[in-house]
C-alpha cells in the first residue's frame, strides 16, 4: 500500500500532535496536578501550536476524544462538587466567561 505524500504528511503530524499531548499529560500528572493527562496535554499542544507546530487531530478521533474526557470529568462529579460550585460563583461565572471567549474566538 502506497500513500500518497498528503497522507503521510497527515500521519506525521497526527503523531507529533499525540507524542507533545502525551508528553505534556505524563509531565503535568508526575507533577500531580489535578487532571495532569488533560491539563499537561492541552498546556503542551497549545503552546506547540503557538510556536508554530502543526497540531492535527483528524475529526472522528476528536470525537471519541471527547466523549472519553466528557465521560471522565462527568463521572466525577459528586454532591459534594455541586456543593463546592455553589459555594463559589464567582469562580463558576469566570469559567464560564472563558469558555464563551474561547468558543467564540474559534468562531471568529
Excluded at 9 to 17: D, F, G, N, P, Q
Excluded at 58 to 85: D, E, N, Y
Aim: hydrophobic content about 60%; cysteine-free.
Amino acid at each position: 500500500m502506497i500513500l500518497s505524500e498528503a497522507t503521510r504528511l497527515k500521519l506525521a503530524h497526527l503523531a507529533e500532535s499525540l507524542l507533545i499531548a502525551t508528553i505534556g499529560g505524563y509531565l503535568f500528572d508526575a507533577a500531580r496536578f489535578p487532571a495532569g493527562w488533560l491539563a499537561g496535554a492541552m498546556v503542551f499542544a497549545a503552546a506547540a501550536a503557538l510556536a508554530g507546530r502543526p497540531i492535527y487531530l483528524p475529526l472522528p478521533l476528536f470525537r471519541l476524544s471527547a466523549l472519553v474526557v466528557g465521560i471522565t470529568l462527568g463521572g466525577t462529579v459528586t454532591p459534594q462538587t455541586l456543593h463546592g460550585m455553589a459555594t463559589r460563583p464567582l469562580s463558576i461565572v469566570m469559567v464560564f466567561v472563558a469558555m464563551a471567549a474561547a468558543t467564540l474566538a474559534t468562531v471568529l
